[in-house]
Nanobody
Framework: QVQLVESGGGLVQPGGSLRLSCAAS????????MSWYRQAPGKERELVAS????????KYADLVKGRFTISRDNDKNTVYLQMDSLQPDDTAVYLC???????????WGQGTQVTVSS
């Protein structure tokens, strides 16, 4: 059974930081490109950051470039999202996605709530 379990969300003041984690099980983690998406109330789900299966390449949405950093540890089957200089517009549910590098196979986590508010 495939599971992606996000953690690390919470309430933070503007300008603060959070580190999200997504622990994967039931898949060969190193065969999957990993991404973080977010969805705010009333808005479409949007890609925040992605990292290739080896960790050799990363991509970021323009809105988070320079503030967020995606990384992964293939030994721990975990992908991370370090979020700095958080703003109220970053408030959303953050979801982890695994996308197989070759086959059309992907999985989603349940999400973790991030709220940026004073």
């Amino acid at each position: 059974q495939v599971q992606l379990v996000e953690s690390g969300g919470g309430l933070v003041q503007p300008g603060g930081s959070l580190r999200l984690s997504c622990a994967a099980s039931g898949i060969t983690f190193s065969n999957y490109d990993m991404s973080w998406y977010r969805q705010a109330p009333g808005k479409e789900r949007e890609l925040v950051a992605s990292i290739t299966r080896t960790g050799g390449s990363t991509k970021y949405a323009d809105l988070v470039k320079g503030r967020f950093t995606i990384s992964r540890d293939n030994d721990k089957n975990t992908v991370y999202l370090q979020m700095d200089s958080l703003q109220p517009d970053d408030t959303a549910v953050y979801l982890c996605n695994a996308d197989h590098f070759f086959f059309p196979r992907g999985y989603w986590g349940q999400g973790t709530q991030v709220t940026v508010s004073s």
